[in-house]
Structures are given as C-alpha cells and as structure tokens.
C-alpha cells in the first residue's frame, strides 16, 4: 500500500521540476547560444527583409549574417540581381565566395536563399555543397511562411502553387470537416436557439429595423450566398456612402451592435449557412461582392482564398486584428492563403481554441 502523502508529494515535485523545465526553456530561447543560427544568401532588399524578420520573431533564431552572391556573379562580385546591397555592412560575411566555408565559420544551421532574380546569378554548385553537408536550405517564401504561418505574397510565383507541397484536400478529409461542421452547428444552435427570442426582443427595443442581418457575400467557387447575422448597425447605414468597410468606433452600430459584435454574438446566425453547406467553422472569412472585385484587381491570386469554403472564424482573424482597407486585405489574404495551403485538423483545431481566446477578451471586433 502506498502511503497517503505519496500522491501529494508526486503533485508537488511534478510542478517543481515541470515549472523548472519551462523557465528554463524559455530562458534558452533568449540565449543567442542556443539559438539556430541562420545565414541569407543575398544584400538586396529582399535579404534585408528576412533579416528584419529575424530580428522580429519570437522563434528560436539568430542571424548568422548575409552573404553575398558572388560564385555565379558577372565580373565585379557583386549582388547585382538585388540593385546593390542594402544589408549592414558589418553583417556581411563570406567576402571570398566559397558558401560553405562561409557557413561553417559562422555556425550557421540553415540557409535562407535571399535573391531577388535567380537565373544568372544563383549558385548552384555552393548551394548543392551546403545541402549536401547537412545543412538546411530554405527560399525566402518558405522561410517567410515558416517563421509567420502566412505567405510572402510578393516573391510567389505561380509555379510556387504548381510544385508547393500544400493546398491538398482529401476527401476523407472534406467529408469529415463537413460532418464535424454540421454537428458542431446543431449543437451550437441548440444551446443558443433561448438567446434568440431575448436577442430579438433587444434589438427592436435598440434601434427600428428588422432582428436579422443579410447580405451577399462570396463563397467557394466564387458563388453567391446569403450571410445572415444578428443587426447591429442602423436600418440605413449603407444608405448615403454604399458598401463601405466598418471602422473603429463606427458611427452605424447601434449601442446594442457594439456589445454584439466585440463578443461575436452577432455571428450565432451563421450556424444555419454552416448547415446549409455555405459555409464551414473554420474558413477564410466571406467578402462582400462589391469589395472582392475591386480586391480582385489590385491584390495578385486574391480569388485564390475562394478555393475553399468560407467561415465562421479563421486563420487570418486569429492571427491579425480587424482590417478596413485594401492593405488589411493584403495581410489577411498572407494568413488566408496560409490556411488554404495548409488546412488539416490540427490547424483547425488550433484556429477553434485561439478564436475562444479572440471571444474571451474581445478583440479585434468593429
């Protein structure tokens, strides 16, 4: 027989030494000697980029400095298919060419191929050997996408969807996301359905007008639905200025629409176009018709997030706050496409706990 203290005692040294073994980590995380020591191939803006993100991330990275691209270089030995270099001077390493000296001598565990027009000027030959030798090579979209779950939509070509080893729904997975959507959705419907009569009830004592929200919006495929939503702004509030974006502390929401909206209860409508097959959980958010043109044309593969089912919440609204111009579009279209890319179980689940997070302390609602 054990004895009674046995469990107490067990409880506490698992938080004494679990806690340790956090703090710890942490702390190594925040040592450059710990770090994973990553070198970029190239001094053009496109390398100073990756190295600004470097010293952005949280992750476990540091610089191990920008090389230049000199082995497949016109004589003069310069990064010219970047405009010159633009990196600081003192980071720059390697001045001789032979990358995986280069690499070596800086500890570098990883490569990030940092240059802007690759044909002429690209190393094969020092690449290869750098691979070869064990160590990590990376383009820049990739890095880019790995250090902030979104894609570089500047650098992407449209070979880069071609050969990407993402954007593939099987269809054990589509038919189990649609199954879970829909049981999800019952049971949220039936644990809201008391709330609708007191929502109804609220709204028209708040402002005139009808209880339920409904627009048009752009699902899979382009396709036109209905979204339908609890009302939280005036009966005219596109009356004047026609479809325009929600801003910070717009004037159209009614006091009853702000509470609605920074706790997302005006979103437990959506649960029917979830059972209607309109829409998933968990998805890109769905743009209005009007504003999805106008995107179309000045945002490259904008109806590429269309691929895909649009939802409730997603990852781009996990990840970035509201936006209400055509560069949040940009932005949110980064994590859009991210999602798209890589969509599977575990990401949605990871979206479902961070939007409980989003709704807990409200942000990101207009």
Same mark, same amino acid.
């Given at each position: 027989? *054990?004895?009674?203290?046995?469990?107490?005692?067990?409880?506490?040294?698992?938080?004494?030494?679990?806690?340790?073994?956090?703090?710890?980590?942490?702390?190594?995380?925040?040592?450059?000697?710990?770090?994973?020591?990553? *070198?970029?191939?190239?001094?053009?803006?496109?390398?100073?980029?990756?190295?600004?993100?470097?010293?952005?991330?949280?992750?476990?990275?540091?610089?191990?400095?920008?090389?230049?691209?000199?082995?497949?270089?016109?004589?003069?030995?310069?990064?010219?298919?970047?405009?010159?270099?633009?990196?600081?001077?003192?980071?720059?390493?390697?001045?001789?060419?032979?990358?995986?000296?280069?690499?070596?001598?800086?500890?570098?565990?990883?490569?990030?191929?940092?240059?802007?027009?690759?044909?002429?000027?690209?190393?094969?030959?020092?690449?290869?050997?750098?691979?070869?030798?064990?160590?990590?090579?990376?383009?820049?979209?990739?890095?880019?996408?790995?250090?902030?779950?979104?894609?570089?939509?500047?650098?992407?070509?449209?070979?880069?969807?071609?050969?990407?080893?993402?954007?593939?729904?099987?269809?054990?997975?589509?038919?189990?996301?649609?199954?879970?959507?829909?049981?999800?959705?019952?049971?949220?419907?039936?644990?809201?359905?008391?709330?609708?009569?007191?929502?109804?009830?609220?709204?028209?004592?708040?402002?005139?007008?009808?209880?339920?929200?409904?627009?048009?919006?752009?699902?899979?495929?382009?396709?036109?639905?209905?979204?339908?939503?609890?009302?939280?702004?005036?009966?005219?509030?596109?009356?004047?200025?026609?479809?325009?974006?929600?801003?910070?502390?717009?004037?159209?929401?009614?006091?009853?629409?702000?509470?609605?909206?920074?706790?997302?209860?005006?979103?437990?409508?959506?649960?029917?176009?979830?059972?209607?097959?309109?829409?998933?959980?968990?998805?890109?958010?769905?743009?209005?018709?009007?504003?999805?043109?106008?995107?179309?044309?000045?945002?490259?593969?904008?109806?590429?997030?269309?691929?895909?089912?649009?939802?409730?919440?997603?990852?781009?609204?996990?990840?970035?706050?509201?936006?209400?111009?055509?560069?949040?579009?940009?932005?949110?279209?980064?994590?859009?496409?991210?999602?798209?890319?890589?969509?599977?179980?575990?990401?949605?689940?990871?979206?479902?706990?961070?939007?409980?997070?989003?709704?807990?302390?409200?942000?990101?609602?207009?």
């Amino acid at each position: 027989m *054990l004895g009674r203290g046995v469990l107490v005692g067990s409880l506490l040294l698992y938080l004494l030494f679990q806690s340790g073994w956090h703090a710890l980590f942490l702390l190594s995380r925040r040592q450059e000697l710990f770090a994973h020591r990553v *070198l970029i191939l190239g001094t053009g803006p496109l390398a100073r980029q990756m190295g600004e993100l470097l010293s952005s991330t949280s992750r476990n990275l540091a610089i191990a400095g920008y090389a230049p691209c000199v082995s497949s270089a016109p004589p003069g030995g310069t990064d010219r298919d970047d405009g010159g270099s633009v990196v600081p001077p003192e980071q720059v390493v390697g001045e001789g060419g032979d990358l995986l000296r280069t690499a070596r001598e800086t500890g570098a565990d990883l490569i990030v191929v940092a240059l802007t027009e690759r044909r002429g000027f690209f190393p094969l030959a020092d690449v290869l050997k750098c691979k070869l030798s064990g160590i990590t090579v990376m383009d820049a979209p990739s890095f880019y996408e790995f250090v902030t779950g979104s894609l570089l939509l500047e650098s992407i070509t449209p070979s880069w969807f071609i050969f990407s080893s993402g954007f593939r729904r099987t269809t054990l997975f589509n038919i189990s996301k649609r199954v879970m959507d829909i049981l999800l959705a019952l049971v949220g419907l039936l644990l809201t359905f008391p709330l609708f009569p007191l929502m109804a009830v609220a709204i028209r004592l708040d402002s005139p007008g009808p209880v339920f929200f409904r627009q048009e919006r752009v699902g899979a495929g382009e396709r036109l639905f209905t979204l339908i939503k609890f009302r939280t702004m005036r009966q005219d509030a596109e009356q004047a200025t026609g479809a325009v974006w929600a801003e910070k502390n717009d004037p159209r929401v009614t006091p009853l629409g702000s509470f609605l909206r920074g706790s997302r209860i005006d979103e437990i409508p959506q649960l029917i176009n979830v059972l209607k097959g309109e829409m998933s959980l968990i998805g890109p958010r769905p743009e209005r018709p009007e504003f999805v043109e106008k995107l179309k044309l000045v945002i490259p593969y904008y109806s590429k997030r269309h691929f895909i089912k649009p939802g409730l919440t997603g990852w781009a609204q996990v990840r970035y706050p509201y936006g209400s111009s055509v560069e949040d579009a940009v932005e949110k279209l980064r994590y859009d496409l991210y999602y798209t890319k890589n969509v599977c179980p575990f990401l949605d689940t990871l979206i479902f706990l961070e939007t409980i997070k989003v709704v807990l302390f409200g942000r990101g609602g207009r």
